[in-house]
């Protein structure tokens, strides 16, 4: 059996846009991995460790624990033997509260959460997982409820994937862009509506495939 961290934010734990409600797992895109893997033989479980608002090494002024730094590599020693660990964050690196971030910080602030898991205080002999960093899609025109906290973010965040594919290459990570098969929802321009899990989903399986088979 094959354990996969994965840890990011509300894109993964499946908010609906424009409200508080979470969509089932078989429909977030976690769950679209696993099951379709387990449907064709192989034997892995999907560990979903996903905060609405976590930023990647910046706090939340309103809202504590939202730090993805903090307790990470209690994560990774919790949850060993790990086969593989999923990142995909920085949606929220670009909230109002975080004027000047753009995609180099946003990259430099996954560097950091890359390195806490390499060095995380797992048992002897245990494996340091290889990481696949996922960069989200890039955020479109907040409205609705994510107007005002994403205000400006869809200019922050250019250039976000390549700056994520540069940072895997030098650390060597596993780097997939989220954006090649699916973009953010019309309705809020943050967050994945059901298709879109689903698109998401069927692509990480199969670079997953890919990484541990």
Known sequence: MN?????????????????????PFDERWPGVVENKLNASGHKLRLIEDCLNGRRSVWDDPFKP??????????????????????????????????????????AQGMAVLVNEIRKAPIEPGMPVPPILL?????IRNPRGSMAEKFRGADLKCAGLAEAYAQLAASLGCHFFDAQTVTSTSDIDGVHL?????????NALAEIVRSILF
């Open 3 to 23: 354990h996969i961290l994965v840890y990011a934010d509300s894109l993964t734990w499946g908010i609906i846009p424009n409200t508080r409600n979470r969509l």
């Open 65 to 106: 624990g939202r730090k993805g730094l903090d307790g990470l590599a209690q994560r990774i020693e919790i949850n060993s033997p790990l086969s593989l660990v999923i990142l995909m964050l920085g949606t929220n690196d670009f909230q109002f509260s975080h004027p000047y971030n753009d995609a180099w910080s946003a």
């Open 134 to 138: 996922v960069c989200p899609p890039q």
């Open 193 to 201: 509506d059901a298709d879109q899990h689903l698109r998401l989903g």
